[in-house]
């Protein structure tokens, strides 16, 4: 009696709820893969390590010190190894999102706010850029504005007016922030149209019938209570830009032009680790530095931005006059060239016997279906012969897909909790320890799990050279996303659903499996193909992870273009392009057609 007595009380029900429970596990495990592996990155730096005997007469490993930050931040390498690479992340991180914000605000704009045509097909066009890999841009870059100065054979600019593009054009800054803002401004389109929606016209059409021009009422009534969205959209592209790693390296290392990130994958190559963590843990900061900035920034003017009051809501296009085909024959050619061009000129590049010679005799189908010849490409098969590149196929779509299925479902479970305990301050600590990995730059994340995984600690095993550690780290890299579209799917689901259903003496298991699941099935289905996508064209994540038993398609390309075989290199990028768009359009079926089957079921 006295037992069940204390089964029913309060405390005990509050401990064995499995809600609770859940939220315990989950705060655990997101402590060990997230804040943890930070710890030992930072660790890492402050001690001797068994490879520094060779730097350093006064190593004894096990102990702390502050010998790496100082030959980082304090001694003759420091010039090159860290003031020049981050004068130029910040430079190319900057320029790059501006350019970015300022075309996908505008384009946001064009599409909707005002009545431009054809916005239907134009929108996909328009946020292809993202789902196809940066490497991809980067590579198509090179294909044009090839400099002969530092080797190889010239681009289609050189073959077309036959004079070599100018060497700042091929590599160094410009090409970087251009092919940065190409790649990432898709997510200022995406942001910024949302608060676009969000506007009331009559603010504007007060404005002008009093007189004010079309300009400035963009200017001072319309850019400014879109604030928030372009302060999102800075933090988000400028985040992704310092530590992007592919993209920085292959447009700059031909010429030594350093970044961050790309000092961070130089120094683990030389086996110069501590140094390399020092450099990610900068970069971490840098991140960080700038979501700060962007909170204060919304946060004091938070009142400046309400655009939805009590007193009615209307939204009209812009009507563009004879301004509308312009503007849209301007914004086709812009999303063809950014979106569609690329992937034209990589398969053309693929089909090339000898790189740089654009002439149609030139043409061959070797790097895709040729057998092995040691007068081309090495000896490497093409591609549908390489046992390699057909091994690295099956481990990407096998990785993409079992990240974004894993990360979609745990992604689910944690929204519910933060949801339905949103007055408990562990559901929010959950909440915001989820968000984490979002800040962190996915170069710096890597360089934390290789730190983390390397070797047996405790129970757990050395990880580093598994598949194990590829998903682990794609899923806890994309939980940011499935838990913000969970939270939204979970929000819209009532409470009294499940009140009946445990009146009726279901489980939280079964209600949750039987309720949640498929109501919310539309924001698992979104999860689900935002990590599929990032995860199929991911490079800088996983870069410092990947061994031969584990490589990737992504890897095997940036391999290869390492190795000068471009042909194979962009046959591949080509590849996982296509994965890419066909898993999306796959997702989305699939969801498409539960969510008719769940409304048919309940009509």
Known sequence: MDLAIRRDSP???????????????LLGILFYLVLWPFLELVLHTITWGDGDRRLSRDAVPGEYTWFHWLQVTASPLSERMLYAPLVNTLITGVISTVIALIVGGGLAWCVIRSDMPGKGWLQPVLTLPYIVPSFAIALAWETVFRSPKVGG?????????????????????????????????????????????????????????????????????????????????????????????????????PTQFHTIATMVYANLALGLDSMAYVLAILLILMSLLAIWASNKFVGNNARRFETISGKGFRSRQVALGGWRWPIFWSVATFGFVVGILPLILLGYQSLMLIDGFFNLSNLTMHFWTGQSDPEIAMGEPGVLHNANILGAAWNTIELAFFSAVIASLIGLIIAYIVVRKDGNPLARMLDQIAFIPFLFPTIAFGAMYLTMFAEARGPIPALYGTFTLLVLISVVNRLPYSVKTGVTAVTQIGRELEEAAEVAGASWGRRFRKIIVPLASSGVVTGMMVSFVGVMRELSLIILLITPSTRVLMTVGFNYAEEGLTQLSNALVLIVAMITIAGELILWWAGKSKLVRLREKNS
């Open 11 to 25: 405390l005990m029900r509050l401990i064995l709820d499995p809600v609770n429970i859940l939220l315990m596990i």
């Open 153 to 253: 054979q010239p681009g289609l600019y050189e073959t077309v007016l036959g004079i070599p593009p100018p060497e700042w054009v091929s590599y160094g800054t410009f090409p970087i922030s251009i092919t940065l803002a190409m790649h990432y401004f898709p997510f200022a389109y995406l942001l910024v149209a949302g608060a676009l929606a969000t506007i009331d016209s009559q603010m504007e059409e007060g404005a002008l019938l009093s007189g004010a021009s079309r300009l400035m009422i963009l200017r001072r009534i319309t850019f400014p209570v879109v604030a928030p969205a372009f302060a999102a959209a800075f933090v988000l592209t400028f985040g992704k830009t310092i530590g992007q790693f592919a993209l920085p390296f292959l447009l700059g290392a």
